[in-house]
Every structure is written in structure tokens, then in C-alpha cells.
Antibody, heavy 120, light 107 residues
């Protein structure tokens, strides 16, 4: 069974940093691109960042470019999101999501999410 | 960036109804579109990808169609568990944007 489990969320002050993790199991983690998607309270979904299987291709939403860094450790089957210079509008539930294999792109498995709160 | 506009934003329907949600892209994306269902407090769940391919395990009452700039998600014979929020997402290129969502509520 494919499982994605996020951790690392919490309360942080504006300007602070936080590192999110996502542990994958039940599939060949090193073969899949991975994504972070967030959802502010009461709002819709916002794609944040993507990383290819071997970390060759990395993309970010403009809203986080230069502040967030996506990375992965395939040996540890883990995905990360380093978040710096956090702002109030970064407050959200952050989901990690696997991109399905093949040329028909989709986010086929999602974790349960981890909440990031930004407040002084 | 490609913008996705869903309509309606809120849809009221009854159990057993057939409903359709539309997603329009600001430029052509071929069939690189997915639909997700999100229940309150839960993670999104993939329903449809490549505009019309049903994800494994998703009931056949869900269907998708369209290409280019206009796409639809149809749910036949609504069940109580279908009342949720639905999002479209394009995966044509980066950034991978989502529509603003359609909340399907019980009439």
C-alpha cells in the first residue's frame, strides 16, 4: 500500500524557518517525481514545488521561489521542503503528493498533510 | 501561467442527481488535466486524469471529458459520499495550477 506521511509542521514566527518531511512507503520512491501542494485555511489548493525522481528537474511556484527549497533523499525514501523567510500567507496545510508514472501526468497519492502556522 | 476557471463555484444537488462541473483553461492544454475530490479535513483524492481516464478504484459514476481549453467532470446518480469539493488541475507545464474549486452541497 502506498503511504505518504508528512511531518515537521508547527507554529513559527514571521521571518522564521521550518523544514517539512514526507516519508514514502509501499512503492519504489526513487522512481517517482514528488510534489508539495498547500492549502490555506478555508481556501483552495496551491501547487508549491516539484522535484523529479533523481532531483534533476526542480520547479517552484513564484510565490515561494527564492524562499523554499525542495529536496529528496531516495535512500531514506524521504521528501523535504525547507521553508525560509516565512510569511503570514504561507500558513497552510502542506501536502506531499506523488506524481504517477508514465506520460499521463497526475498526482495519484497524497499524504494527510501537516499544518504550518505563521504568527507572532 | 495557465489559469483554470471552474464553474459553478457552488452546486446544490440531491442524491440521485446527475451533475456537471466545468473547468476552462486560459490556453490550450491538450488533455493534460486531472480532477480531484476533497472531503472536509481530508487530503485530495485523484478521480480523473488525462481529462477522461478514471483512476483505479474510483466509481464509474464519475466521468471526465474535454480537450484544449474546456473540460467537464460529470457525476451520475449522486451518492451521499459525493458531496465534497472538486478541483481541476492542469499538468501541461509549470506552474501546475488548480482551479478555485467547486463545492457540491446537498440541496
Amino acid at each position: 500500500e502506498v503511504q505518504l506521511v508528512e511531518s515537521g509542521g508547527g507554529l513559527v514566527k514571521p521571518g522564521g524557518s521550518l523544514r517539512l518531511s514526507c516519508a514514502g512507503s509501499g512503492f519504489s520512491f526513487s522512481s517517482f517525481s514528488m510534489n508539495w501542494v498547500r492549502q490555506a485555511p478555508g481556501k483552495g489548493l496551491e501547487w508549491v514545488a516539484s522535484i523529479s525522481a533523481a532531483s534533476v528537474y526542480i520547479n517552484y511556484a513564484d510565490s515561494v521561489k527564492g524562499r523554499f527549497t525542495i529536496s529528496r533523499d531516495n535512500d531514506k525514501k524521504s521528501l523535504f521542503l525547507q521553508m525560509n523567510s516565512l510569511r503570514a500567507d504561507d500558513m497552510a496545510v502542506y501536502y506531499c503528493a506523488r506524481e504517477g508514472s508514465g506520460y499521463l501526468r497526475r498526482l495519484d497519492y497524497w499524504g494527510q498533510g501537516t499544518l504550518v502556522a505563521v504568527s507572532s | 501561467d495557465i489559469q483554470l476557471t471552474q464553474s459553478p463555484s457552488v452546486l446544490s444537488a440531491s442524491v440521485g442527481d446527475r451533475v456537471t462541473i466545468t473547468c476552462r483553461a486560459s490556453q490550450g492544454i491538450s488533455t493534460s488535466l486531472a480532477w480531484y475530490q476533497q472531503r472536509p479535513g481530508k487530503a485530495p483524492k485523484l478521480l480523473i486524469y488525462a481529462a477522461s481516464t478514471l483512476q483505479s478504484g474510483v466509481p464509474s459514476r464519475f466521468g471526465g471529458s474535454g480537450s484544449g481549453t474546456e473540460f467537464t467532470l460529470t457525476v451520475n446518480s449522486l451518492q451521499p459520499e459525493d458531496f465534497a469539493t472538486y478541483y481541476c488541475q492542469h499538468l501541461n507545464d509549470y506552474p501546475l495550477t488548480f482551479g478555485q474549486g467547486t463545492r457540491l452541497e446537498i440541496k
